[in-house]
């Protein structure tokens, strides 16, 4: 059986890729900003904020969620999602070190 295409990067390489994979869609970036703008868990409907369908947003939650950025506990009949700290962090890091490894230039291209 052969190498499945994950298997010949890094752990570093596969886990910022799946991060950023799940940062970029626009109505993602919304939801981690509606999030952050609460600076508390959100439990409420976010489809009225965003004017998505609520099963549109659900989608999306799964895979910020499925990705380790948000997380969410079960209160009562609802879901409340947070940001998670420590993913947010190791995310923040690895994006700056990625970003930082090398100094550009105007000579190329």
Known sequence: MG?????????????LATMLKALAHPARIAILQQIMSANACICGDLSIELGLAQATISQHLKELKTAGLIQGTIEGVSVCYCINPAV???LKNQLGIFLNSTSLSNNCC
């Open 3 to 15: 190498l499945t295409k994950t298997e010949i990067f890094t752990e570093e390489q596969n886990h």
């Open 88 to 90: 947010w962090n190791q």
